[in-house]
């Protein structure tokens, strides 16, 4: 585990010397332990999916991580898991044998992850398709995602060098962490020609992240400090992204989007996260795990009986 001690993220950063994590949240009290689960147990581990979870809905937070309500989850996101999937077996391959998988092996490979994951899903909750697609229908998008992937996006990506790698760190001396899994790490080349270290994550969406909601997205800003805290700072976060076809489009697509962030957003990004468990614990402290702690915003698009399972009955959606 990896302690909030900074290496500089830049030659500014290197000026000021070491960050300390008294320094990184010098006006924030970090809770010693976040709320006790549905199972007796503390939770140990923040994530970038928990504190968005968090920023989107404070009751929907609660309802997952402290009752364990828990719901099928839906096609896209089991689509995009199973093409993460593939395209790591592709990136290990390379990193442990030395050797590229073709297409049709990688197109192999998603159909093993695709099946074992689907049998262990429906002996839990189940997939939840909706509406739009069927399972047949999203498979073959998954065929053609990887398709796209392999000639538009893997040349731009850079050399290999870590995959689905996990980073853990705490704030402060606290019986929690913060965890990340970083999808692949990378050296690619400067402008120069100089080999740069940097992080991509892959995405397979129906409306994909701009540039300005990539310069703002919290999953970037934690998983570039967790790197830095390590002492391996990335130069830049790329989403490697897949456009579902659908309203907007009628064809499959792909963008690369990159990210970059200075010393003092990698120091807001823990803040904010800081910030986040001890308003956690505050909730947690004052109402408990059975009460309501906050609603989402009733005009987007969180707030809705099509992303929210919970919305029919909870106070903040349709209403009692």
């Not at 395209?87 to 030395?98: A, D, G, L, V």
């Not at 970037?220 to 805290?229: D, E, F, K, S, V």
């Not at 001890?278 to 009986?305: L, M």
Request: charged share 25%; hydrophobic share 40%; net charge neutral.
């Amino acid at each position: 585990m990896t302690r909030l001690t900074a290496a500089p993220a830049d030659a500014s950063a290197s000026a000021a010397g070491p960050t300390t994590a008294a320094e990184l949240a010098a006006h924030i009290h970090i809770p010693r332990r976040l709320p006790i689960r549905y199972d007796g147990q503390p939770i140990r581990h923040m994530s970038n999916s928990s504190y968005t979870r968090w920023l989107l809905c404070q009751d929907d937070w609660r309802r997952y991580y402290l009752l364990g309500h828990r719901t099928a989850p839906s096609g896209a996101m089991f689509l995009g898991g199973r093409v993460d999937d593939a395209i790591s077996t592709y990136y290990r391959r390379i990193i442990e044998h030395h050797e590229r998988f073709t297409v049709d092996q990688v197109k192999d490979a998603y159909r093993d992850h695709w099946h074992a994951e689907l049998a262990a899903e429906e002996d839990k909750l189940g997939i939840d398709w909706g509406p739009e697609l069927s399972e047949a229908a999203t498979f073959e998008m998954g065929l053609a995602a990887i398709e796209l992937t392999l000639a538009q996006l893997v040349p731009k990506l850079g050399q290999p060098t870590a995959v689905q790698r996990k980073l853990e760190f705490a704030l402060a001396p606290v019986e929690w962490t913060i965890q990340c899994y970083l999808d692949l790490e990378t050296l690619r080349p400067d402008a120069d020609g100089t080999p740069r270290p940097a992080v991509v994550d892959y995405k397979i969406k129906g409306s994909p992240l701009s540039q300005l909601k990539a310069d703002h997205d919290p999953q970037a800003g934690l998983y570039l400090a967790a790197r830095w805290l390590e002492g391996a700072p990335a130069r830049d976060f790329s989403f490697a992204q897949v456009a579902k076809p659908g309203k907007q489009r009628r064809q499959m697509s792909t963008s690369m989007i990159t990210t970059e962030r200075t010393a003092g957003q990698l120091r807001g990004s823990l803040a904010r996260i800081a910030l986040a468990a001890s308003q956690i614990a505050a909730c947690y402290e004052r109402f408990g795990p059975d009460e309501p702690w906050g609603f989402a915003d009733p005009t987007g698009w969180k707030c809705s009986p099509r992303y929210c399972a919970h919305w029919r009955r909870c106070p903040g959606g349709r209403g009692l």
